[in-house]
């Protein structure tokens, strides 16, 4: 399987919309309740791109895979941390796709000074309908170790979800 690892561009919006929605309607692994309209996700896109990697996974000309990194926290002693979101098509989960966007964002992120990622995954002890422990596994498999949880912070198809922050370091500390 081809993949290449592009820079995202509002006009993805809508595909990229796509891969999200299902997330968002039938899984707690966002706790959005309902999906962005298409106008709100493009605004998101190019907000992100203004200061961070956005990229899509491309497989036979079309989009099924993205990442992207956000500031972690406003003030200026976070400079240097960012936080990661990644979302696979459905019937691509498990092809190697999510270990090459992170890769990639991952050097991206690295290449402009930053040195503690953080991603901030759902979790419920025990496995749900709408939750269960692949992307707390993904990440352990990237080099991420979960370093905080919030307990029952987040409601969604009537059960409490719980927030595990996941913390790798891509650099050095000076």
């Known amino acids: 399987m081809n993949i290449e690892i592009r820079t995202a561009t509002v006009a993805d919006a809508e595909k990229i919309l796509a891969i999200y929605s299902p997330y968002v309607e039938n899984t707690a692994v966002s706790f959005e309740y309902v999906p962005p309209s298409i106008e709100?996700?493009?605004?998101?896109?190019?907000?992100?791109?203004e200061k961070f990697p956005?990229?899509?996974?491309?497989?036979?000309?079309?989009?099924?895979?993205?990442?992207?990194?956000?500031?972690?926290?406003?003030?200026a002693a976070f400079l240097h941390s960012a936080e990661l979101s990644i979302y696979l098509?459905?019937?691509?989960?498990?092809?190697?796709?999510?270990?090459?966007l992170y890769n990639n964002i991952e050097k991206t992120l690295k290449d402009n000074g930053f040195i503690n990622l953080y991603a901030l995954v759902a979790y419920?002890?025990?496995?749900?309908?709408?939750?269960?422990?692949?992307?707390?596994?993904?990440h352990e498999v990237?080099?991420?170790?979960?370093?905080?949880?919030?307990?029952?912070?987040?409601?969604?198809?009537?059960?409490?979800?719980?927030?595990l922050y996941m913390e790798k370091f891509i650099g050095t500390h000076k």
């Open 40 to 49: 709100e996700f493009r605004e998101r896109i190019r907000k992100t791109l």
């Open 54 to 75: 956005y990229l899509v996974a491309v497989c036979n000309n079309e989009i099924v895979g993205y990442a992207y990194a956000g500031g972690f926290h406003p003030r």
């Open 89 to 100: 098509r459905q019937d691509m989960r498990g092809k190697g796709i999510g270990r090459k």
């Open 124 to 138: 419920a002890e025990e496995e749900d309908e709408y939750i269960t422990h692949d992307s707390v596994i993904f």
């Open 142 to 163: 990237m080099g991420y170790k979960t370093v905080g949880r919030c307990n029952k912070c987040g409601f969604k198809f009537g059960h409490w979800y719980d927030i």
